[in-house]
């Protein structure tokens, strides 16, 4: 069994960071993308960050040139790095991977559980 694991959210004020770390137990035969989505109150969740297999990254516009996707392949573990954040930040983030655990295996998504980042003053 896979599970992903996130740890960093917190309650900071507008301008502060924070970093969020995703590590995945488990082995992967193949990694297609790693991710972070955030769900805010009454809203959809969206894609903030991901980072793909050859190492590309896409970002949401309203992250841009503030958040950084990183990951360690050797220990299948995936990086938020949130800089200048706002009260509009505000929302459960949760780690996700798309891969395969083995040759014959569909790749399908595996989600973390969340962590509640709140930026409030």
């Known amino acids: 069994q896979v599970q992903l694991v996130e740890s960093g959210g917190g309650l900071v004020q507008p301008g502060e960071s924070l970093r969020l770390s995703c590590a995945a137990s488990?082995?992967?035969?193949?990694?297609?993308?790693m991710g972070w989505y955030r769900q805010a109150p009454g809203k959809q969740r969206e894609l903030v960050a991901g980072?793909?297999?050859?190492?590309?990254?896409n970002y949401a516009d309203s992250v841009k040139g503030r958040f950084t996707i990183s990951r360690d392949n050797a220990k299948n573990t995936v990086y938020l790095q949130m800089n200048s954040l706002k009260p509009e930040d505000t929302a459960v983030y949760y780690c996700?991977?798309?891969?395969?655990?083995?040759?014959?295996?569909?790749?399908?998504?595996?989600w973390g559980q969340g962590t509640q980042v709140t930026v409030s003053s």
């Open positions: 996700n991977i798309e891969g395969s655990r083995g040759l014959l295996d569909q790749p399908r998504s595996y």
């Open positions: 980072i793909f297999s050859g190492g590309q990254t």
């Open positions: 488990g082995r992967f035969f193949s990694i297609n993308m």
